[in-house]
C-alpha cells in the first residue's frame, strides 16, 4: 500500500528540474574531499559555520554491490531535494562517497578517511552489519553521527544499551531480533516444525541465527543444528560439505542466511547435489530479497527456476507516510522501482539534514543532539522533507515521517517495524505475500 499526496507532489515536481540540474554537481562532490583542515580526530567533524558535510559508505562493489549502488542514488537524490530548497542553514549540503566493498577492512579505512579527512558531520551506512562494526567506534571517536539504512546485527542493540555508541549510532531498519520473530511466525504459519540453519559467519549472520533459534523454539519448533549451526566464509565460493550438514537431517526446512551473490551460489549448489528435490522447504532473509535471485541461481535442464518457491523475510516496503512521494520521485529519476533499503537511506539522510537545522550548527556533536527531537514524536508529522527544513526554520517542533517508516528511534537507536513476506513465482517475479508485525 502506497501513501501518495497530490499536493506534496506538486512540490516535488516542482523542484524537479532544479533537482536534476543539481546531479551534476552532487556527482563532483562525491568522491570529493572539500575540506582539507588537520585537526585532531576527536573535535567536532565541522565548524558550526560551514556548510553541512556529510559522507556514504556504501558497497558500491562487492557483495552488497546491488543495494549499495542504489542506496548511493538515493543519498544523492536527497541531498539534491534539500540543496533545492535552500539546503540547510542556507547553504548547500555537502555529500562525500566511500566504497566500503562489502568488507570490513575497507570499510573502517573509508570511515576513517571521512571522519579524520574529509571531516564529515554524519556518515549514511554502511549497508552490511560487519562493515558497521569495524565502522562505528572511528565514527563515535570522532564524533560523527552514523546512521545505517540496513545494519540489522543485535549486536549494535546491545552496544548502544551498554552505552558504547554516546547517541552517535542509530539505523533506519529494525535489528534483526524483530526478523528472527519474523522468520519464526513465518516457519510456523508454513507448517514447518523443524529447521535446519545455514548462515554467512559474520555479525549478520550469526545475529540472525541468535534471534531465530530461541524464537522458533518459543513457537514449539525444533532447529536440528542448534548446537552447531551449519556455517560458512564471507569469501567462500564452494558450499558442499556445508549443504550436506544443513540438509541432511531431513528438516522441514532450511533456513539460509546469506547474501544475493553467495546464496545463488549455494541454492545452485543445493540443486546439483539433488537436496532440492523432496520435501524440504528454503527459508530466506532480507540479504537475498532480490528479483535477481531468479537467473542468478540458474535454471534446471528443462527450464524452471531454481529459486521458484523459495519464501522468506524482509523489512516491510509499505513502509511510512513519505514513501509514496519518496517511490514517485525515485522513479522519474531513476526509471526503476526502490531498491529494498532505499527508502530506509532517504529517511537516514533525511533525519541527519533535519537535526543539524534544527540545532543550528553542522557538527557531529550537534546533529546529535537533535537527532531525536526532530524524529519522535512529539512534534507536528511532516514527511515531506523541504517542508520539514521550512517548519524547523520557523521554530516549530516536527515528528518526522519517513518513506520506511515512521522513523521513531528508541534509546538504542532502534526503529520498530513490519516485514514482508516474499517468494518468487515461477515466472521469475519476486512477489509479496503478506506482512508480519513485530515489536510492537
Do not use: H
Not at 276 to 284: A, E, H, Y
Request: hydrophobic residues 40%; negative net charge.
Amino acid at each position: 500500500m502506497l501513501f501518495f499526496n497530490s499536493t506534496k507532489f506538486t512540490l516535488w515536481a516542482r523542484n524537479l528540474g532544479a533537482i536534476a540540474l543539481l546531479l551534476s554537481v552532487a556527482a563532483c562532490q562525491t568522491n570529493t574531499a572539500t575540506d582539507s583542515t588537520t585537526d585532531s580526530p576527536g573535535a567536532p567533524a565541522a565548524d558550526s559555520d560551514a556548510a553541512l558535510k556529510l559522507g556514504t559508505l556504501f558497497p558500491l562493489t562487492g557483495d552488497l554491490a546491488q543495494y549499495g549502488t542504489t542506496m548511493q542514488d538515493t543519498a544523492n537524490l536527497l541531498v539534491n531535494t534539500v540543496n533545492a530548497c535552500d539546503g540547510v542553514l542556507g547553504q548547500p549540503v555537502q555529500l562525500v562517497s566511500e566504497d566500503d566493498q562489502t568488507d570490513p577492512a575497507a570499510g573502517a579505512s573509508g570511515m576513517t578517511k571521512l571522519a579524520e579527512v574529509d571531516r564529515v558531520a554524519g556518515v549514511v551506512g554502511a549497508a552490511g552489519s560487519a562493515v558497521s562494526s569495524a565502522a562505528v567506534d572511528i565514527a563515535v571517536r570522532n564524533k560523527v553521527v552514523q546512521i545505517s539504512p540496513s545494519s540489522t546485527s543485535p549486536t549494535f542493540t546491545d552496544r548502544a544499551a551498554n552505552g558504547d555508541f554516546q547517541g552517535y549510532w542509530a539505523r533506519t531498519a529494525p535489528p534483526d531480533t524483530f526478523q528472527g520473530d519474523a522468520l519464526a511466525q513465518l516457519a510456523r504459519e508454513q507448517g514447518i516444525n523443524s529447521v535446519a540453519v545455514l548462515a554467512i559467519n559474520n555479525d549478520y549472520g550469526n545475529g540472525l541465527v541468535q534471534a531465530f533459534i530461541p524464537a522458533f523454539k518459543e513457537l514449539g519448533g525444533t532447529v536440528v543444528n542448534e548446537s552447531n549451526p551449519t556455517k560458512y566464509a564471507e569469501n567462500a565460493t564452494t558450499f558442499d560439505s556445508e549443504l550436506s550438514a544443513a540438509f541432511g537431517g531431513d528438516p522441514d526446512a532450511v533456513l539460509i542466511v546469506a547474501y544475493l551473490e553467495t546464496g545463488s551460489l549455494i541454492l545452485q549448489g543445493a540443486y546439483e547435489q539433488g537436496l532440492l528435490d523432496g520435501d524440504t522447504k528454503v527459508l530466506l532473509t532480507d540479504g537475498m530479497k532480490s528479483a535477481e535471485i531468479a537467473e542468478k541461481a540458474g535454471r534446471t535442464p528443462d527450464g524452471t527456476l531454481i529459486a521458484a518457491g523459495v519464501i522468506g523475510t524482509a523489512p516491510s516496503s509499505e513502509g511510512g507516510p513519505a514513501l509514496g512521494d519518496f517511490r514517485t520521485l525515485y522513479q522519474q529519476q531513476f526509471n526503476r522501482e526502490p531498491n529494498v533499503y532505499d527508502p530506509n537511506t532517504w529517511d537516514a539522510a533525511a533525519v541527519m539534514v533535519l537535526a543539524a537545522e534544527a540545532a543550528k550548527s553542522t557538527t557531529g556533536e550537534a546533529m546529535q543532539s537533535k537527532l531525536m527531537e526532530v524524529s519522535n514524536a512529539p512534534g507536528q508529522e511532516v514527511s515531506d522533507v523541504c517542508e520539514a527544513l521550512r517548519l524547523v526554520r520557523e521554530g516549530t517542533d516536527i515528528n518526522y515521517q519517513g518513506a520506511s517508516g515512521t522513523v521513531e528511534f528508541n534509546e538504542q537507536g532502534d526503529v520498530v517495524g513490519a516485514y514482508d513476506v516474499w517468494t518468487i513465482t515461477d515466472e521469475g517475479e519476486l512477489e509479496l505475500t503478506s506482512v508480519i508485525n513485530v515489536g510492537d
